[in-house]
Structure formats: structure tokens, C-alpha cells
């Protein structure tokens, strides 16, 4: 009975936690792209590059925290 008991209340835990990590208010099936402002970064060869050099094409955006 204990272990059944405990069943219950693991899954009713996992479930309660999995509905808050839920984002309240965000389209969940949206399929509506998400357009970024432009801007301008330097790059690694020492010039700026754009996210307008991109227009129209998928761009991935990568951050790294370098040392130095």
C-alpha cells in the first residue's frame, strides 16, 4: 500500500511540475515565424557582419564566451 502510495504521489508531482514549466500566454502549435531586429556584430576576421547580410536565409546564432 506504501509503495502505491508513493506511486500516486511522485506521478502527481512530475505532473504538477510539468505543467508550470508550461510557458502561460505563448502559442504552443504557433507556426508564425519570429523575425530579430537587425544589428551588426564584430566578427572573428576583425570586420562587422549584419544580420541583414542574411535576408532570407536561416541564420543560427552561436555566443560563446571566449577568454581574453
Do not use: E, R
Not at 502561460?24 to 530579430?36: K, L, V
Amino acid at each position: 500500500m506504501l509503495i502505491k502510495t508513493t506511486k500516486i504521489l511522485v506521478l502527481l508531482l512530475m505532473s504538477t511540475i510539468l505543467i508550470a514549466c508550461v510557458p502561460q500566454g505563448a502559442p504552443i502549435n504557433s507556426s508564425a515565424p519570429i523575425q530579430a531586429p537587425d544589428f551588426t556584430l564584430d566578427n572573428a576576421l576583425g570586420g562587422q557582419t549584419s544580420l541583414s547580410d542574411y535576408a532570407g536565409t536561416p541564420v543560427l546564432l552561436f555566443f560563446h564566451m571566449a577568454v581574453g
